[in-house]
Each structure stands twice: as C-alpha cells, then as structure tokens.
C-alpha cells in the first residue's frame, strides 16, 4: 500500500514538475479545440488561441517558479552563510520533497 502511496502523491520535484508539464500540454489542446469550434474566422481564432497560450505559458511559470525556483533560491542563500561560517540563517520550507528533507537536514546541521 506505501508503494501506491508514494507512486500517486507528488512528493518529488521531479513529480511534480513532470504533472505540471502534461496538465499544460492538455490544458493548451483543449484550448485549441475550444478555439477551432468558435464562430469567428480562422485569424481570430489564432489570435484567440495565442493569447491564451501566453496565459498558461505565464502560469506554468509561475508555477514552476513556486515548485523549484524560490526553495534553490532559498537554500542557496542559506548555504553562502554557512559557506561564510554564519550559521544563523534558516531555510523554512515546508514541502515533503527533495527541498523540504534538504531545509530540514540544514536546519539539523545549524544544531550541531
């Protein structure tokens, strides 16, 4: 039962990102489907379907900079402090992938 636990959730970047990616290509076919069966002509339904391609193209951004950019950024700014032997920087993420066990093993080593 644990293995079709951990299969299923998303508790890996590398999960997550990859969900990300499929749910954006499905999301961009059906907004072309959409845009094909609307009554205007051919140049405005690629005007239609390019604009809402910028918004799923911005969003898959945004979300990725969630998932992966901003606990990288986080974390290596914790480690030039410790680089610097400054060991009163904490990272604080709270995630159950490969980020959060890596905030937690940091904040471990700040202890000792």
Known sequence: MSKIKDSIYLRTVRKKVFFVSKLTG????LFYLIAEYLP???NGTFLIWL???FVVIFGLD???DRIVSK???EITGTANHMAA???TER?????KDEFG???TSSNTLDEK
Do not use: R
Request: proline letters at 11%; hydrophobic letters at 50%; a negative charge.
């Open 101 to 103: 066990e890596l905030s």
């Open 91 to 95: 990272p604080d993420i709270k995630t």
């Open 62 to 64: 945004s979300v990725l």
């Open 85 to 87: 032997l400054d060991f």
């Open 51 to 53: 604009a809402l391609l």
């Open 71 to 73: 606990p990288l950024k």
């Open 40 to 42: 205007v002509t051919p």
């Open 26 to 29: 499905g999301i961009i076919v």
